[in-house]
């Protein structure tokens, strides 16, 4: 796994089928050739399933690391596969898509840890969310125009939150975690409800 000295160390899956996905999110594939990915490391820009903010009862596939308007090229995306919520809004990377929202779904996340001896692997923990089988990253997305060829992209960033206590007492260097929307929010997340709104993290196991 590559890290960012600004970026926090997880990864996540998906490890459902199409079906289960469907069925809990009421919203079907508008695309073929989902398949389940128990590790989506970001630094190869997986295409992953997430809802849009425009179709909520659609899901579709973008590519994980956000492009904004001005990139030059996707190698841009290594930079942006996270982005802090509580200063996304004046983050040129992301200022100009807040009011972009989806939903970035998930079955797990491995919270990978710093080891303090260079020499041994780092630990990984694997975290669920508690009661659920399947819930959503707090995402935002663009429609990258690739000049090249002159075709779209879509791309998007999955928002981090301060550590909640439960995270730190794995790795207390590493103060951050992925924005775990409750499945009651998720249409305000969508409706593009306040970012405050959302900095609390959600009870996890």
């Keep these: 796994l590559q890290t960012l000295n600004n970026l926090p160390m997880f990864i996540y899956g998906l490890n459902k089928s199409k079906n289960e996905i469907e069925e809990e999110f009421s919203a079907k594939f508008h695309q073929a050739g989902f398949e389940r990915l128990e590790e989506a490391d970001g630094f190869s820009h997986p295409f992953m399933p997430i809802i849009l903010d425009e179709s ?87 429609m990258w125009k690739d000049a090249s060829c002159n075709s779209y992209k879509l791309t998007y960033t999955v928002l981090t939150t301060k550590a909640s206590s439960w995270m730190l007492q794995f790795d207390e260097d590493n103060k951050r975690m992925p924005v775990i929307l409750n499945k009651q929010d998720y249409h305000l997340w969508l409706n593009g409800n306040s970012l405050d709104d959302f900095y609390t993290p959600k009870t996890i196991n």
């Design 56 to 142: 909520p009862k659609v899901i579709t596939g973008g590519s994980w690391g956000l492009l904004p308007f001005w990139a030059k090229s996707t190698g841009f995306q290594n930079s942006t596969l996270n982005g802090n919520i509580e200063n996304v809004s004046k983050n040129r990377s992301y200022q100009n898509y807040i009011n972009k929202r989806c939903l970035v779904i998930a079955s797990h996340f491995y919270l990978v840890t710093k080891s303090k001896d260079a020499s041994k692997f780092k630990q990984r923990f694997l975290v669920n969310v508690a009661e659920s089988d399947l819930f959503c990253f707090a995402g935002l997305y663009s």
